[in-house]
């Protein structure tokens, strides 16, 4: 994953949707919610911002 913020708009495109947006934990870690058009639900992390911080 490249882009935490495009995977979770191209997920809400192809039919799923955004359960919980992007969001911040306070040491950096970014992560968002999203489910399929089945409604299994993902948690999407990114842990490299973590890494930048």
Same mark, same amino acid.
């Given at each position: ?5 495009? +995977?979770? =708009?191209? =997920? ?5 949707? =955004?359960?919980? %947006? &992007? /969001? &911040?934990?306070?040491?950096? +870690?970014?992560? #968002?919610?999203? #489910?399929? %058009?089945?409604?299994?639900? +993902?948690? +999407? &992390?990114? %842990?490299? /911002?973590?890494? /930048?911080?």
């Amino acid at each position: 994953m490249d882009n935490l913020d495009e +995977l979770v =708009v191209d =997920v809400a495109k192809g039919g799923g949707r =955004v359960v919980r %947006p &992007v /969001a &911040v934990f306070e040491n950096g +870690l970014r992560f #968002a919610f999203v #489910a399929d %058009p089945e409604d299994n639900q +993902l948690e +999407l &992390v990114d %842990p490299s /911002a973590r890494a /930048a911080t």
